[in-house]
């Protein structure tokens, strides 16, 4: 556990929202597309039917589907535009939590060296007492040795 977990996690949420955001805009884009050749097969079909039969009257039936073509290119232009600040707000979302990341990499790496260096040192401290021990046995054996 890091203080960067918290914010770590909301991190991830704003990127998942972010991509979920996206994949809306891109499935619209898709709609759109799939609208716009509905309408240009739409208006070739009835184009051929009008010159065949001079007798039918287009006009309107044209003048909506142009409407309707332009209603979907300024459509797809928004999302566009939409989808290129979601895009850029991904990358900064991104960015930030791949710095949380490192930086929670980095406390962990620095915690892990701090308990290394401990249980080195209480290591350290139990071969020295040792040591210390042994020492003032050898020094007792000696002392009462040579009278």
């Keep these: 556990m890091t203080p960067y ?3 770590l996690r909301i991190a991830e949420r704003k990127l998942d929202a972010v ?3 996206i994949g809306l805009i891109v499935a619209e884009l898709e709609r ?3 609208a716009r050749i509905a309408i240009e097969t739409s208006l070739t079909r009835e184009a051929e039917l009008a010159s065949r039969d001079h007798r039918l009257t287009t006009e309107h039936f044209f ?3 142009r409407d309707q073509h332009q209603q979907l290119v300024s459509a797809r232009a928004a999302a ?3 989808l ?4 850029r707000k991904a990358v900064a979302d991104y960015g930030a939590q791949v710095a949380l990341e490192g930086a929670a990499a980095e406390f962990r790496e620095a915690a892990d ?3 290394d260096a401990a249980e080195q040192s209480a290591l350290d401290d139990r071969i020295g007492a040792r040591h ?3 020492r003032r046995a050898s020094a007792g054996v000696a002392a009462t040795a040579a009278p």
């Excluded at 290129?84 to 895009?87: G, Q, Y």
């Design 5 to 7: 977990d918290a914010a």
């Design 19 to 21: 991509r979920t955001a």
């Design 32 to 34: 759109i597309e799939h």
């Design 63 to 65: 003048v909506h589907a």
């Design 80 to 82: 566009h535009v939409q």
């Design 84 to 87: 290129e600040a979601l895009r």
């Design 113 to 115: 060296r701090a308990r």
């Design 132 to 134: 210390a021990a042994r």
